[in-house]
């Protein structure tokens, strides 16, 4: 998705569509955002949380060692690998 959206930013912005450049310039930028978002969201194993999680957890009071709380983490993940099989299917993901 990110490679055909810089491919029609180029090609809106080589035409002098500026405007639509503008707007997928902006899309784009969200989904790269997103995309390194994700990446690190889904490479968390939350039952071998490494030194910053158990800081980053302790500093916002989570309890790492909750098997609720690593079980709600892991249907997090498991709503953005559906949310991306969505997308790729050209459907609207079902959590924003």
Known sequence: MID???????????????????LIKAKLI????????????????FSKPTPRMLEMAQKNKIDLKDPIVIAEFRKIQQQNLEDIKRMKEGKKPLTD
């Open 4 to 22: 055909k959206a810089e491919e029609s930013y180029r090609l809106f912005k080589r035409t002098g569509r500026i405007k639509e450049a503008k």
């Open 30 to 45: 969200e989904a790269k955002y997103a995309k390194e978002h994700l990446i690190h969201v889904m490479n968390m194993d």
